[in-house]
């Protein structure tokens, strides 16, 4: 599968998730909206590091688990899978965000962060992809392919490189939403 086309799958599949999570979140009652707004990433938390954390969580955990599935040679389906996951959460916080008071100061933290953390697992899934095939490529040929070492070292640079994305992008957002905070937007 080419580069271009993995993309367009991995993007075909968050959009189907965003689609998804969006029609469920239209049958939730508003206890369950609340409930799922005080869980979300975007509320208010009195320690900064929590908000961090909560933020890193949210972007960070299905990279993690990307990467990981891209070291099995039969695993791209769930890497797909997973990036059609991260969309079903953020159709559901969407629609939920929609419904709440304070819809446009949240959308102005939400939209920035889902965008770009759903851009860093896609690209995550991508290299893991690629990688689930080379070792896929391996297992049924007899070809020994010792540049694979190349790759791999490349895999984990990339990965690092997505986490320290998830981490920048994270404390961003929490600051933003400390700032919305004190200006009594939240």
Not at 73 to 88: I, T
Not at 121 to 148: C, D, H, K, P, V
Not at 168 to 181: D, F, K, P, Q, T
């Amino acid at each position: 599968m080419k580069k271009d086309t993995r993309e367009t799958v991995l993007i075909i599949s968050l959009i189907a998730g965003i689609a998804v999570g969006a029609l469920v979140g239209m049958r939730l009652s508003e206890a369950n909206i609340s409930a799922v707004m005080e869980t979300s990433f975007l509320e208010y938390r009195e320690s900064a590091f929590e908000s961090f954390l909560s933020f890193f969580i949210s972007s960070a955990a299905l990279v993690i688990m990307v990467f990981l599935l891209g070291f099995s040679a039969v695993f791209q389906p769930l890497e797909v899978l997973l990036v059609a996951f991260k969309g079903l959460g953020l159709g559901l916080l969407a629609r939920c965000i929609y419904s709440d008071e304070e819809a446009m100061a949240k959308l102005l933290v939400f939209l920035p962060f889902s965008v770009i953390s759903s851009g860093i697992l896609i690209f995550q899934a991508r290299n893991a992809i690629s990688m689930s095939m080379g070792y896929f490529s391996i297992s049924i040929t007899t070809e020994n392919r010792l540049g694979m070492a190349n790759e791999f070292r490349e895999y984990i640079f990339r990965f690092f490189i997505y986490l320290l994305s998830c981490a920048v992008i994270s404390a961003l957002g929490c600051l933003s939403l400390n700032a919305m905070n004190m200006h009594g937007l939240f």
